[in-house]
């Protein structure tokens, strides 16, 4: 992740603190979700923004070096909500299912998080799915109808690229 963000910081440039990085991610961020052979827009929360533009201005230090940043990517999550995802979301609304993100990978300036859910997991009709950060709060999300049954699983991919 710290390779991710290290190249956001060097695409934006010159910032002068948390809401400078703010509105230079703002608008910038985009991605898409695959789950099976589908793929649809995502929207990057500003709780999501709000994060990234923090671990910019603020990684974690221990003894002079930086080690990571503060930012951190936990969990993929389902839901039954059908409301319209937007920027504003903090969470997933409706009965939400999660389990912890398996693989991030940072390719230049895209953030690809892979989870495969096998056939004993959220076994509902997913109406929306998001990323959240450690504390919970959504980091993107998107509407999706995707029934699931234990008969199937599910690989989702999700790319967010900094433009």
Do not use: H
């Not at 999660?98 to 859910?117: C, I, P, Y």
């Amino acid at each position: 992740m710290k390779e991710w963000l290290d190249n956001i910081k060097q695409a934006i440039g010159e910032f002068s603190g948390e809401a400078s990085a703010y509105f230079a991610l703002k608008g910038r961020l985009r991605g898409r979700v695959t789950i099976g052979d589908q793929t649809r827009e995502n929207t990057v929360t500003d709780t999501g923004i709000k994060a990234i533009a923090r671990a910019l201005c603020s990684p974690v230090r221990q003894s002079g070096r930086t080690l990571s940043p503060v930012f951190r990517i936990e969990w993929f999550a389902a839901s039954t909500s059908a409301t319209t995802p937007t920027p504003k979301d903090t969470t997933l609304g409706g009965s939400v299912s999660l389990r912890s993100v398996e693989q991030v990978d940072a390719l230049g300036k895209k953030l690809v998080v892979t989870n495969f859910v096998g056939q004993p997991e959220f076994n509902f009709t997913w109406r929306k799915a998001g990323l959240l950060l450690g504390d919970g709060t959504v980091f993107a999300l998107c509407g999706v109808y995707e029934p699931k049954t234990d008969q199937v699983s599910k690989t989702v991919v999700w790319e967010i690229e900094f433009s």
